[in-house]
Structure formats: C-alpha cells, structure tokens
C-alpha cells in the first residue's frame, strides 16, 4: 500500500475542540435501506482523510428514513476500541445515553429494537455525524430499563449500542428522516 501521502497530524492551532455529544441520535433498521454508502478505500491519489468520509447519501425503501431518539445531554459517549490480534485488527464500537420516561412509544420502539440491527448517526458537539454500524456489521441496540427511586435517579432507559467495524466513519452527506405516519 502506497502511504507516501498520508499527512503530518498538527495541533489544534486554536480550533475549537468541545468533546462531548448532542442530545440525539439518529437511527434506522438495515432492512429499510435501499443502499447503505460506503467512504472509499484509502487512495495515495486521493485528498488526505478522504478514506474516513461518507460523502454518497444513503438511500432508503420509500416511506423510510432515520428516526431521532431523544438522549439526554451529557449522558451519552461514544467509544471505539481496536480488538482483535496483530494481522487481524478491527474496532468494537460502544454507544451508551440515557432516554428519559416511561412513553408507551419509547417502550415499544425499545423492545422491538433489541432484536434489530440498524446504523445510527451520533452527532458530535460540532454536528458532525459519526457513523455507527454498516452494512454486513450493523450497530445492535441493548436498551436497559430503570425506575430511579422516589429520592433520587431517574426514569427512563439506557440506551446501549455496541457494533464491530474496520474503521471509524464520518458521515457528511444527506440525511433522510422518516416520514411521520399519518393516522
């Protein structure tokens, strides 16, 4: 593999850094895609970063798109760690946010989705979104339910996501929204 053009990595030079994640989440089911893009192989010929970029939208079946989970702000992390042994590397990607109450609605979505794969957008504090789960190695969600106590805690669900993947992915181009039904 040609790396002659990989790049030097400065410092910050001043830009803003804020860590941390928005209040949401954006996720939809593999099966609801009509196309799932990918960012293209590393190329010594192409703009430094571009193998780390979605650019393609993601297409979907009609009537589909990305649902928005509420999550409370600063409950939620995202974490990539490498696994695996030398000659056979990969990353296990974690997501974990707190969704508040006891909806009838959020209930149902997070007992349903347990046993779903999907691919979730996190948006970090800048909105950049950062891509969880892709085709073939989809993000599995493990919601976990608590009451809180009368003193203390709260009530709601924990939101967990865990997916394996070869890298980790930004994804910069056209979100689609799933339509809201019309009863």
Known sequence: MDLSKLTSLPGLEGVDNTPGLRGYVLWAAESWFETIATAPAYSAAAAPGTSA???TPHTFQEGYGFLEIYITLDSNELKAEIVGERDGRGLK??????HPGNKPESLEFLNIVKNIG??????????????VGAKGLPVELTPSWGSGKLSSGRRGTMVKGECYATAIKLYK?????????TV
């Open 93 to 98: 990607v974690s997501f974990e946010g707190f």
């Open 173 to 181: 181009a056209n979100v689609v929204h799933k339509p809201t039904p």
């Open 53 to 55: 970029v979605i650019a």
């Open 118 to 131: 999907g691919i979730m957008l996190v948006p970090d504090a800048d909105d950049t979104y950062i891509q």
